[in-house]
Structures are given as C-alpha cells and as structure tokens.
C-alpha cells in the first residue's frame, strides 16, 4: 500500500477514545492509525480562548521538533469526519510499563524512581506518586516547562516498548500566565545538563527563524514572547524550577 497523503487523504474515525471533556477520536488514513481531535468538539474552558486547543497541539510538536527529543508524536492541522482538528500518530504502549505510577509508600523502590507526594487512596492506604527517574522523563520535564504545559498527567506519558517515552495531550499549553501542572517534580532544584540546556537553546534560536514563523500561526505573539521568556528564564535558572504561584501545581486527577 502507498503511504497516504497524512493531510488530504481521507480519515476515517475507527473508535472515541475520550467521551467526556474533548472529543477524541481513533482513526485511520490508509493503514496510518491517528488521533483525531477535531476543533468543534473542544469544551469551553475558562483561561483558554475556544478553539485553541489544536493549535497548541500542533505548536506543542513543533517546538518538540525543535528539542529534538522525538517527545511530541507528529501532529499536525487537518481537515476530517467533523471538520477541522488536529491529528497525532497513535503510538502503541508497552501495557508492561509505567513512567509513572502510584504505589504503597513503604514499597519506594531504592533506585531508578522519584517520589513525587504521597496520601491516602479511596481505602486509606498510604500510597506514593512515583516516576521514572531517566533522562527521557527529564527531557520532557524540560520540555513541559518551556511549553508551560498546565496538564502533564500520568496517563499523558506513553511508555514504549523500546523504552521511549512521548508526550500527548498538549491541548492545555503556551499560556502566558504560569500554569505548569505536572507529575514529574522528581528534579526539582536539580541542575539542568548540558544536554538538557543545548534543547532550550535550539528553541530560543529557532523562535528567530523557521520555528517562529511556523507558531505564528498556531499562537499570539504574546504567547510566542513568553515562550521565549521561559526559555530564557530557565537558562539563566540553569535548575528545574520549583512549584510557585497559587494554583495546584500537580494536575487533578493525577491519571
Ligand atoms: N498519539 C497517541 N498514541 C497513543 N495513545 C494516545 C495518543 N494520544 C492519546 N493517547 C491515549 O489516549 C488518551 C486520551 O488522549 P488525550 O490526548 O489525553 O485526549 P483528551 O484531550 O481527550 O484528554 C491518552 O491518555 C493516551 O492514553
Ligand atoms: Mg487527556
């Protein structure tokens, strides 16, 4: 079979993965397995202009590209069954494998996890927020600050069977005021590598050419100028940042 054109050949919605804030869909171009969020079906939310969503998708891949970590699947604008939306190549999980986890809290393995906050589950039990501690989940702990991603959940994380890790559900990112919700806390304070700093810099000088030009269409300028604050801000820091302002600095739930 030919690969399919991934922006004109049709789409064809196979299943609803999502039935209760935003609809999204499982599809198919070609033998191509996609996401599909098309725009109508995005809820109203209070801080985020309607209709958004998608383009902060698209723009969350684009400035993965411009890491060049692979976090993001490749995602882009396309018309489909119910308009336009944004589409995302499905990528299979490995169901033997979780980046982040909730386990009983006296079971804290003793290498290779961070803890994150512990409390009680829906019978009592002590249980404790825990995710891998790894330079993939580093890198995207990265990534959420510089995009100010407001919804980096456990569920958000897919696990891969070859130990990759990417990032989805990036509707909910490049808001001007701090919004960083996340699970992956684990580095708090830790300095930033040198790897780690090489990213953030590709970003900032890809803002002055191509990668500028390509979010100005997905985003405000006021949204592509804090970008490019937050790159600054984190490089001088040269450390992850600690939780401030009021708001919850962990996303609700937690999966
Ligand atoms: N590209 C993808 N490949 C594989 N699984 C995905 C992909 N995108 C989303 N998923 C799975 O579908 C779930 C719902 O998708 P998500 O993007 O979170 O939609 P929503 O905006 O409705 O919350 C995710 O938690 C994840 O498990
Ligand atoms: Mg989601």
């Given amino acids: 079979m030919p690969t399919p054109d991934l922006v004109t050949a049709e789409l064809t919605l196979t299943g609803r993965i999502t039935t209760a804030s935003n609809a999204t869909f ?37 400035v993965s590209q411009a890491f060049g ?10 018309d489909g069954p119910m308009g336009e939306g944004m ?17 009983p809290a006296d079971h804290m393995p003793e290498t290779g996890w961070k803890h994150v906050l512990q409390g009680r589950d829906e019978n009592g039990r002590l249980v404790a927020l825990v995710h891998e501690d790894s330079p993939a989940l580093r890198r995207m702990a990265v990534f959420d600050v510089i995009v100010n991603n407001a919804d980096r959940k456990g569920d958000h994380i897919l696990a891969l069977a070859d130990g ?11 808001h001007r005021d701090h919004k960083l919700r996340t699970v992956l806390w684990g580095w708090l304070g830790d300095a930033l590598t040198a790897d780690e700093e090489a990213g953030i810099d590709r970003v900032s000088e890809g803002l002055h050419g191509e990668l500028g030009r390509n979010l100005a269409d997905l985003l405000s300028a006021e949204e592509i100028a804090s970008l490019a604050a937050r790159c600054a801000r984190l490089r001088l820091a040269g450390r992850f940042p600690a939780p401030s302002g009021e708001m919850s600095a962990v996303p609700w739930p937690l999966f």
């Fill in 87 to 103: 589409v995302q190549l499905w990528q299979e999980q490995d169901p033997a494998q979780d980046a982040v986890d909730l386990i």
């Fill in 69 to 78: 970590w692979g976090i993001v699947p490749r995602t882009w604008l396309r």
């Fill in 164 to 174: 990759h890790r990417h990032g989805v559900d990036h509707g909910l990112t490049f």
């Fill in 26 to 62: 499982l599809g198919s171009i070609g033998d191509v397995v996609v996401v599909y969020k098309p725009i109508a079906g995005e809820s109203p939310l209070w801080d985020f202009p309607q209709g958004t969503l998608a383009h902060r998708e698209v723009a969350a891949y684009l």
